[in-house]
């Protein structure tokens, strides 16, 4: 299971997540959406550990990842936006890493790995180079190594990238198994005919808050006549965008710099901070 309760944060006068509070069940596949820039990838970063909130929490199973980050972590398969894969390692070996990293003992994690392989389709290149796959097959490496020590909550930064529509196929089918097995598999994606395929509620994410959460047929009372998901998103994040909602991390105009003068030069551009999507 996955709480979240009044996440927030801000990167400097930034607002990229706004007091989120939301909460995500055992067996459940809950869709995470919004336009770019929404915090969504924030919100992830900071469930997985990898950023602290400005303030507020997220516990997984129960556990507070500020206050427990490794126990917390054990229990966390993520497959992130942007990947890093040992590519001078095989396949058997990376997964026999990540095994390692999370104490899984040595011969369970060798049935694990072996298991994920043939899972993943790639156990006829176990025992080749990571940097001699194609990027499907390294994806569905990334995958493999993020299920390989069984995790409570598997969550998924926009898993369908560079995927061809028989690997596709195949993770939709391993997500639908691992919330078989009571598992929570937090997926966000920009995929909606994916999220819609596969996912029991879906919550949408605008300017750092949430400003929709439901099944379908809850969202599509919500859009104003939208039947399908492509609709409903455009109708909520519009909708959104036209309220206050649409202020949150602005810079007030009287905390804005003055325009430089004719002969000053332009103030220097500030460098993009990390995470804002």
């Known amino acids: 299971m996955i709480r979240l309760e009044k996440l927030h944060k801000r990167y400097g006068r930034f607002t990229a997540v706004e007091s989120l509070d939301l909460e995500v069940k055992d067996g459940e596949i809950f869709g995470f959406l919004g336009p770019n820039g929404a915090g969504k990838t924030s919100t992830i970063r900071m469930m997985a550990g990898l950023i602290k909130p400005t303030s507020g929490d997220a516990w997984l199973n129960g556990i507070s990842i500020s206050k427990n980050p490794i126990e917390a972590k054990k229990l966390l398969g993520l497959i992130p ?4 894969l040992y590519e001078k390692l095989t396949g058997r070996e990376y997964l026999r890493f990540i095994c390692g990293i999370y104490g899984v003992a040595s011969a369970h994690g060798e049935a694990a790995a072996k298991e994920m392989l043939r899972m993943f389709g790639l156990a006829n290149w176990a025992d080749e180079l990571v940097e001699g796959y194609s990027h499907g097959m390294k994806q569905r490496l990334i995958m493999a190594g993020a299920l390989v020590h069984d995790p409570k909550v598997l969550v998924v930064d926009e898993p369908m990238v560079g995927l061809d529509p028989r690997g596709a196929r195949l993770v939709k089918e391993i997500f639908r198994g691992v919330a078989r097995n009571d598992r929570t ?17 879906i919550g949408i994410l605008s300017r750092g808050k949430l400003v929709a959460i439901g099944t379908m047929d809850e969202l599509r009372g919500r859009s104003k006549g939208s039947k399908d998901l492509e609709g409903i998103f455009l109708a909520l994040t519009a909708e959104a965008q036209q309220d206050d909602l649409a202020v949150v991390g602005a810079i007030p105009d009287d905390a804005k710099p003055a325009a430089p003068k004719a002969d000053e030069p332009p103030p220097p551009i500030p460098v993009e901070r990390e995470g804002l999507e």
Do not use: G, K
């Open 81 to 84: 936006d942007r990947p890093y």
């Open 185 to 201: 598999v937090f997926l966000s994606t920009h995929s909606l005919d994916v999220a819609e395929e596969l996912c029991d509620r």
